[in-house]
């Protein structure tokens, strides 16, 4: 019978991982406050990557500028509209999974440590898309004379902040997990275990 992970090993898995993404994305938003600042020599070599996600054509020198800020406000906009999704499915579903089960339980406060680990899947691809879309538009050198583009960064940001905030210690992620989706008894596993379908 293999042997099962102890609970605080799994938390502290779970927890290990939370804190890789997050530390991901503060050195992604970094990077591109650094890059808009900064614009340092090798930004050449970014900007050959992003760069051909850029309008280019024969157009002159007003038209082109003109697509190339349309392009940059519509992958903002959509930036925007994928992270008020994603907060809000991230929301409702911390109320309905995470909140009413363990106030119900009696055990309010630990909703804060049972909703991180939603969080991170939720609001995760809104944060990633405002970190390289941000990076894209700085790396281009475009963004340094439209630095409203930096905005993108908020997804991220708040992201960061969230998941500071509510930063579960292991323990309290054991039992708010015990009482969310608690394991079901020995006796089941093993018969699991043993049934061959």
Known sequence: MPRRKSPSK???????????????????????????????????YIKGFFGSHFPRG????????GEVVRFMLIVSLLNA????LLWFLGYKMCQSMVSRP??????????????????????GPAAIFGVLSSLMMVS??????????????????ATIAVLILFFPRP?????????????PPEEEQEVEENDPN
């Open 102 to 123: 363990l106030r119900r339980a009696g055990s309010g406060m630990l909703a804060r440590a049972g909703s991180w680990v939603l969080l991170i899947p939720l609001t």
């Open 10 to 44: 799994e938390s502290s898995e779970t927890i290990a991982a939370g804190g890789f993404f997050m530390a991901i994305l503060i050195a992604g938003v970094f990077l591109t406050l650094y890059l808009f600042a900064a614009s340092p020599p090798w930004m050449d």
């Open 171 to 183: 323990r309290a992620l054991d039992k708010a997990f015990g009482i969310i989706a608690p394991d």
């Open 58 to 65: 024969g157009r002159t020198g007003s038209q082109a500028e």
């Open 140 to 157: 281009s050198g475009r963004a340094q004379d439209y630095p409203w583009v930096l905005l993108n960064l908020l997804s991220p940001v």
């Open 81 to 84: 509209c994928i992270a008020a």
